[in-house]
């Protein structure tokens, strides 16, 4: 080995220890810096690439951590750690068979790894599991909605509940105020309100058009807020810094309620509410995290079957594929959870005619819409998530002038001051979850319009304090393991 490449190796080992420091910091950015100069430096030691891909891990850049550990197994193919972090990516992503086969690698080099051989028996549990309820799907086009097969009237209420109540068919102010604060006691309602609350707001939902027109009156104002990700505390905190929805005091919540936070269904709940309540003061988009293979892995399945029992998951995932995906505000600012395209020349009519009724696909306008974000870069490029793509600032310039419009809105990735202003300007990254799973450190935001000059007023607020709940409590038991 020559002086130069010694010299090389130490400077990449210090770089190493700068990144280790930064992850153990939650600074997972930093972190994935000092690691890619550890690697310029040295590309051949695999922990480095197997470090960043954990990095990677932790920022939900599954796509990127995937590589990233494939390139530690090439350059060591005895490198168990490599395997582990592929097997976690994978698993991240939902691809449970994928994952499998790298922990059953793990097992082989480390036959006596304790850990790597409960991680494997939890994987070959889910992926029984996987397999036992493909057996058992019904098509699409042979389900039947379950929404219609449920009368809430009928289903009695018991003398001895004393919580909020719904006389008849209306939600109204007074009981969604009472259920806020039933909610902050860590109380739930009962079962037959919140049968009621999904229903009516699946029904006004599904009446919708996959993109939404929104008109704001001159002197009239609008707020669009990012993911919540089942942060109630949170939520009510926006409430209280910018008033509570209404009419007069309307909302667009982007995306990626639940999942992650321990207050999913209380989100839910909350939004589904002010959308019954208040038809114009609560619009709501859909996230990829509205999605059954998402909940299933990320808690709110598990959340919604400990506080409202099995019936209601199907109902949701119902609910959840009548949510629109795409607004436009004043025929100004188009509002999306992830981002753009594939390819040019996608109009507002190919929006609106999306079939949105399903789960979401794993490619097309409907998946991008869902997953894509924009990248520093011109052009495009593969997505750091393995899902949808990355669009630079041209891809937008191109997408407003054919479409007549001036800003894009989009929520989607974890920013440190709750937002992120990119591409010359013309795009804004807004995401409302401050100090995201308790340890991300952020702030959130929100955006504030005021017709008719429509310039966005971004307000960035911190985390309040919440219950002793953790973030994934309700989660998939083998993906709490890797948190």
Same mark, same amino acid.
């Given at each position: ?26 600074? +997972? ?68 068979? /994928? ?24 994987? /070959? ?57 039933? +909610? ?37 104002? +609008? ?79 598990? /959340? ?5 029992? /099995? ?173």
């Amino acid at each position: 080995m020559d002086a130069n490449s010694s010299t090389n190796e130490q400077k990449a080992e210090e770089l190493k220890l700068k990144a280790n420091d930064a992850f153990k910091a939650n600074k +997972f950015s930093l972190a994935i810096e000092f690691y890619s100069q550890a690697i310029e430096l040295n590309d051949s030691n695999a922990v480095y690439w197997a470090n960043r891909a954990f990095a990677h891990t932790k920022l939900e850049e599954y796509g990127s951590a995937v590589q990233d550990a494939s390139k530690a197994i090439e350059i060591d193919p005895r490198y168990s750690k490599g395997y582990y972090r592929r097997g976690a990516a994978y698993l991240a992503m939902g691809k449970f068979k /994928e994952a499998l086969k790298d922990f059953q690698q793990v097992k082989r080099i480390c036959p006596n790894d304790l850990d790597a051989t409960r991680k494997l028996k939890e994987c /070959e549990k889910a992926v029984q599991k996987i397999r036992f309820e493909e057996a058992i799907s019904v098509a699409d086009e042979e389900k039947h909605s379950v929404a219609d097969s449920i009368d809430y009237r009928v289903i009695e209420v018991e003398p001895q509940y004393t919580g909020p109540k719904v006389d008849g068919d209306t939600i109204t102010l007074d009981f969604v105020e009472a259920m806020l604060d039933e +909610f902050k006691k860590q109380k739930c309602i009962h079962k037959r309100y919140a049968y009621q609350i999904v229903l009516q707001a699946l029904e006004l939902l599904r009446s919708m058009p996959s993109l939404v027109d929104v008109n704001v009156p001159n002197g009239s104002h +609008f707020t669009v807020c990012g993911d919540v990700h089942g942060q109630y505390f949170d939520l009510l905190n926006i409430f209280k810094l910018n008033g509570l929805p209404s009419e007069e005091n309307p909302y667009l919540f982007n995306g990626d309620f639940v999942d992650r936070g321990s207050f999913s269904v209380e989100i839910i709940l909350a939004l589904f509410a002010f959308k019954c309540l208040y038809p114009t003061g609560m619009y709501l988009a859909r996230g990829n995290h509205e999605s059954k293979s998402m909940n299933k892995i990320y808690g709110f399945e598990g /959340e919604v079957k400990s506080k409202l029992g /099995e019936p209601f998951i199907e109902l949701f995932a119902e609910a959840f594929c009548c949510l629109p995906l795409a607004h436009v505000i004043n025929n100004k600012v188009f509002v999306v959870h992830g981002g753009l395209f594939s390819v040019d020349g996608v109009k507002l009519s190919d929006i609106r005619a999306i079939d949105r009724f399903c789960e979401p696909p794993e490619e097309g306008l409907m998946c991008e819409i869902l997953w894509s974000d924009p990248q520093p870069q011109l052009g495009r490029g593969p997505s750091k998530r393995g899902v949808g793509l990355s669009f630079g600032a041209d891809v937008t310039e191109r997408f407003l002038q054919e479409n007549n419009l001036d800003l894009i809105v989009r929520s989607h990735e974890v920013k440190d001051e709750g937002y992120e202003i990119e591409h010359d300007g013309k795009l804004i990254t807004v995401f409302s979850a401050p100090n995201y799973c308790d340890q991300m450190g952020n702030k959130g935001a929100y955006i504030r319009f005021t017709a008719p000059e429509f310039k966005p007023n971004i307000s960035s607020f911190s985390a309040v304090p919440h219950p002793d709940v953790k973030p994934m409590a309700y989660a998939n038991n083998f993906l709490r393991m890797f948190q």
